[in-house]
């Protein structure tokens, strides 16, 4: 592939060589000096459209840690603001001398709209309503380390799935790599079209937690709500579907608890939940950057020997 634009478009055996490659990168983030020259004389270069704090900052890093050139730009404070359109800024940075774009952008289709006309690998970092590959990957990354094997594993993701990019590009993940996915959610929060995907899909938060060995909770993303989406306030969607000490106990003991970031604590899971030793959500911050340089190394070096 020249890009990473989503986990539909992967085999599971392209998702495994990418998960073995952050493994090896993983371990050169062990080593007192972490950088290695794989990505000498790259450009990479990280459009963002939306914010982001673990994305962005985790690609740089990636990126330098490979060697790279690296350069941010924030549209907020780019030609964009002066109605420069996406593809437009992208034809300029890749004047600029960029190998790779990653991009963030609030519409479903973007990163694949700019895959289509620029030479440049392109990154989804994240696009509106649709994937979010490179963070299923260090999701992905994240159970395996702990759990050994994807492959049997029952995970849980609730919350608001009709928004999340996350849940979208961790259902292709988990299911490709053999796990029994579940959802839950209030009704008006779950798409349609999940069980032909395989996808059981669950109301009561109780019931969906039974046995889970991954518990994946999800950011209500109130940013992208339209008024004709019906939701309970705060306090109900706590009570019904929010990650406490006592649900949790329905899960394995060893079930892990994770979430994308950023966090509301105490609406979607209570401040003890996140604290716990098994909840590895700041762990899944730190895989980002060993996933983010094994992408980035791939599509860098692919066709080479
Ligand atoms: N998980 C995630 O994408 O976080 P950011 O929005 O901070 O990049």
Redesign the pocket.
């Known amino acids: 592939h020249k890009d990473l634009l989503g986990l539909a478009d992967l085999s599971p055996e392209e998702i495994e060589h990418i998960l073995e490659q952050a493994e090896a990168m993983r371990e050169v983030l062990e080593r007192e000096i972490k950088k290695v020259p794989a990505l000498r004389g790259r450009v990479v270069v990280n459009l963002f459209y939306e ?6 900052f985790s690609f740089e890093l990636a990126a330098k840690y490979l060697s790279a050139e690296t350069v941010s730009v924030a549209a907020a404070t780019a030609s964009v603001v002066k109605g420069e359109g996406l593809l437009d800024t992208a034809r300029t940075v890749e004047a600029l001398g960029a190998d790779v774009v990653v991009l963030r952008h609030p519409s479903a289709g973007a990163a694949a709209f700019l895959a289509r006309h620029v030479k440049a690998a392109v990154i989804n970092a ?1 696009d509106g309503m649709h994937e ?1 590959p490179t ?1 299923a990957l260090l999701d992905l990354f994240t159970v395996k380390r702990h759990k050994g094997r994807i492959k049997g594993l029952t995970v849980t993701i609730v919350g608001d799935i009709l928004h999340s990019r ?1 849940a979208r590009s961790n259902i292709w993940g988990f299911s490709k790599l053999g796990a029994r996915v579940r959802v839950c959610g209030p009704a008006t929060l779950i798409p349609p079209g999940l069980e032909e995907l395989g996808v059981e899909v669950y109301y009561q938060l109780e019931e969906a937690l039974e046995g889970a060995d991954v518990v994946y909770v999800l950011r209500l993303q109130r940013e992208r709500f339209s008024e004709q989406t019906f939701l309970p306030g705060p306090e109900e969607y706590a009570r019904l579907y929010g990650l406490n000490r006592e649900r949790l106990r329905l899960a394995q003991p060893d079930a892990l608890v994770m979430h ?3 966090m509301n604590r105490g609406l979607e899971i209570a401040a003890e939940v996140a604290e716990l030793d098994r909840a590895v959500i700041e762990e899944q911050v730190t895989n980002g950057v060993a996933v983010r340089m094994a992408c980035l190394y791939l599509l860098m070096r692919r066709g080479e020997a």
């Open positions: 914010p982001s704090t673990r994305t962005r994240g979010h963070q996350v994308p970031g950023p």
